[in-house]
């Protein structure tokens, strides 16, 4: 079976391609990207309004570009998957739109997906496939989340942030360092090669038993930092102050985050007994949190697996991706109702297969 998959939850623009396979994994065809960081820079943030517009310019050029990479034509085409939500509502509307209209024209079923699945899943397009079951560290822009994962569709919440997300927390920190969006790889790349313990930032829930995480006062705590900082060194602004320095708080920013993550992975895995663990969403290409975790990992003999590089944010393969593994784990059917209902807000736990 050939599944038709697109991604436009935000600001990148993915299609894809994936043939199922009833005795393994299925198998990505072909996929194409366009991301829109460039487009949002100027205004230090996605603009939803231009989001939209530029998923609309996008989407067509890529869907072909996946047809020839494929090798394939659009009659081929069994199922059209796209992502439901959560996310930007009028680019969600676009990919959804896109693939009814395309579906509908072919007279193919389609599939809406949870963005937070594609991410979860994403890691079995890789080379090192995970089995199931395991803990997944669900690290994106807007989420931060610790689940257990029995299977397709089988997931259950374990904790996750009360405020800001991991994501965030490096974007807003960036932000007030005066790096351009998005700012988290700006900020690993700076901290990689600062002093991680120059500034003591807080850690927060590090030491409470639940396995949810807070991260609202850390951006606050590098707020109050950063001030200190241009008092102390008699500048106007941070961006005035030495390199070093901005290294130095990258570095200590970037520790206190990943700090946070490994701890409350770990105490997930001793929690549930399982010994693999699934890191995925943009953070999860972090350098340092992926060192930290295979270092902690290794010493307890735990597996851990991550989405290659460039799958770790959003991407089209990551959607058509766990719409085949629904289909073909025979516990759901695409559906031949073009409703287009998008979901902005949709809680990953609430799409539990027999629920
Ligand atoms: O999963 P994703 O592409 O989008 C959402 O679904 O939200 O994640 C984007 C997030 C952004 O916050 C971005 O700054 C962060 O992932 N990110 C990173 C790195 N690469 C992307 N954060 C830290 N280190 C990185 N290398
Ligand atoms: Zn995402």
């Known amino acids: 079976m050939l599944v038709l998959g697109f991604e ?45 517009r530029d998923h609309i310019r996008r989407v067509i050029p890529l869907t072909e570009q996946v047809m020839s990479g494929a090798g394939r034509t659009l009659a081929d085409v069994d199922v059209v998957a796209f992502t439901r939500g959560p996310g930007l509502a009028g680019a969600l509307l676009v990919g959804a739109g896109v693939a009814c209209a395309l579906a509908a ?39 931060t989340q610790l689940m257990r994962v029995q299977g397709v569709g089988h997931y259950e919440l374990l904790g996750e942030s009360i405020d800001d997300a991991a994501g965030e927390a490096f974007d807003k920190s960036a932000k007030l360092m005066g790096l351009p969006y998005p700012g988290g790889p700006a900020l690993a790349r700076l901290g990689d090669n600062g002093n991680p313990k120059a500034y003591a930032l807080p850690r927060p829930l590090l030491r409470s038993s639940n396995l949810d995480f807070s991260f609202a006062g850390l951006k606050t705590a590098v707020l109050v930092q950063s001030q200190k900082m241009v008092a102390a060194g008699g500048v106007k602004r941070f961006e005035d102050l030495p390199i070093e320095l901005h290294r130095d708080l990258a570095a200590s920013t970037q520790a206190a985050i990943v700090e946070v993550l490994v701890k409350k992975s770990l105490t997930a895995l001793k929690q549930t007994g399982l010994s693999r663990l699934v890191v995925a969403g943009g953070v999860g290409a972090n350098r340092n949190l992926r060192e930290q975790l295979n270092a902690e990992c290794a010493k307890r003999h735990i597996r851990v697996h991550y989405p290659e590089l460039h799958l770790c944010t959003d991407n089209g393969a990551m959607i058509a991706m766990a719409a085949a593994m629904r289909l073909q784990s025979g516990q759901q059917t695409a559906s031949e109702v073009y409703a287009f209902d998008v979901k902005p807000r949709w809680p990953l736990d609430s799409i539990q297969i027999g629920r």
């Open 8 to 52: 436009s939850s935000c600001d990148e623009t993915g299609v894809a391609m994936v043939q199922t396979n009833a005795a393994a994994v299925p198998t990505l065809l072909a996929h194409a990207l366009h991301s829109q960081i460039e487009m949002h820079q100027a205004f230090g943030g996605v603009v939803p309004e231009l989001a939209s």
């Open 105 to 143: 024209a072919l007279g193919k079923p389609v599939l809406g997906v949870h963005h937070l699945e594609g991410h979860l899943l994403s890691p079995f397009l890789s080379a090192d496939p995970p089995e199931f079951p395991f803990v997944a560290l669900l690290v994106s822009g807007g989420h």
